[in-house]
């Protein structure tokens, strides 16, 4: 589990790097700071909403595990 973490971290400031590097530019930068801060919160807030309420009682593994557990519900 770590390793992963580890890896999205690499993927993540080596993306980041390589668009600075592209386009160093401040407007760039803060486009870039907002829009990986706003997806964060997203998925942070998307894992609220289906612990508290969709299914407290399920361990969800990500967000596709979500989608398959609601279509097999169907």
């Known amino acids: ?3 992963k973490a580890a890896l999205f971290l690499l993927i993540g400031m080596t993306s980041s790097a390589l668009i600075l590097m592209e386009a160093p530019e401040l407007h760039v930068i803060v486009l870039l700071v907002l829009a990986i801060w706003s ?3 997203a998925y ?3 894992f609220y909403v289906i612990e508290h309420y969709i299914d407290p009682s ?3 593994s990500g967000l596709f595990s979500v989608i398959r557990q609601v279509w097999k519900k169907r």
């Open 58 to 60: 399920y361990r969800y």
């Open 44 to 46: 942070y807030f998307a």
């Open 39 to 41: 997806f964060c919160r």
């Open 1 to 3: 589990m770590w390793v």
